[in-house]
């Protein structure tokens, strides 16, 4: 059974750099067809996706965050990487990973294994 | 943008209830690629429906998802107290190869 684990400081400055860690148990992300995903969500608040990371390294970011959002891949020590630069209390959010679901090679878009989450305080 | 759906639904045991979510002509109009999420308070979402129509393994029969132009929608037959959750839908945008949410729908069985 596939397991995701996200991990990482629980409170930030504002703009400090926001750093989560996704690790992946039972599947390997190098010999995997799926892609990897980060998804938040705001206290009291609806899911946003944040970005895709494929086993390759290909990336693609949701585009009110583009220009502070960095997914990585670790295929070593199998897991995914989250930076996002310059917080304020708009980042301040549960953060979750999830597995971005391939079948027989096709994407589906959608999320079928997630995380428990952390939350990610900003506050001063 | 954000998928529009009603911000509450409700329905008694045993009866069917749908919830709507509305995009636009570059995500939902376009891709068969809807999925819904149920969440319960203080934990991870879980995928209910992919593609539309198809329901992952384990996922009752009780859930079903169609869609019409624009707009998805989430049917729950035969109401069951455990369906009490927070539902999302989502949908890939083609323009930016993006996925794009919906603010989310709180299911109350009465």
């Known amino acids: 059974q596939l397991q995701v684990r996200e991990s990482g400081p629980g409170l930030l400055k504002p703009s400090e750099t926001l750093s989560l860690s996704c690790s992946v148990s039972d599947a390997s992300i190098g010999r995997s067809s799926h892609n990897w995903a980060w998804i938040r969500q705001p206290p009291g608040k609806g899911l946003e996706w944040i970005g895709r990371i494929s086993s390759r390294g290909s990336t693609t970011y949701n585009p009110s965050l583009s220009s502070r959002v960095t997914i990585s891949v670790d295929t070593s020590k199998n897991e995914f990487s989250l930076t996002l630069t310059s917080v304020t209390a708009a980042d301040t959010a549960v953060y979750y990973c999830?597995?971005?679901?391939?079948?027989?090679?096709?994407?589906?878009?959608?999320?079928?294994?997630w995380g428990l989450g952390t939350l990610v305080t900003v506050s001063s | 943008s954000a998928l529009t759906q009603p911000p509450s639904a409700s329905g008694s045991p045993g009866q069917s209830v749908t919830i709507s979510c509305t995009g636009t002509s570059v995500d939902i109009g376009e891709y068969n690629y809807v999925s819904w999420y149920q969440q319960y308070p203080g934990k991870a979402p879980k995928l209910i429906i992919y593609?539309?129509?198809k329901r992952p393994s384990g996922v009752p029969g009780r859930f079903s998802g169609s869609k019409s132009g624009n707009t998805a929608t989430l049917t729950v037959s035969g109401l069951q107290t455990e369906d009490e959750a927070d539902y999302y839908c989502s949908s890939f945008a083609g323009i930016n190869s993006y996925v794009v949410f919906g603010g989310g729908t709180k299911l109350t069985v009465l």
């Open positions: 999830a597995r971005d679901r391939w079948i027989n090679y096709y994407p589906t878009y959608s999320f079928d294994s």
């Open positions: 593609e539309v129509t």
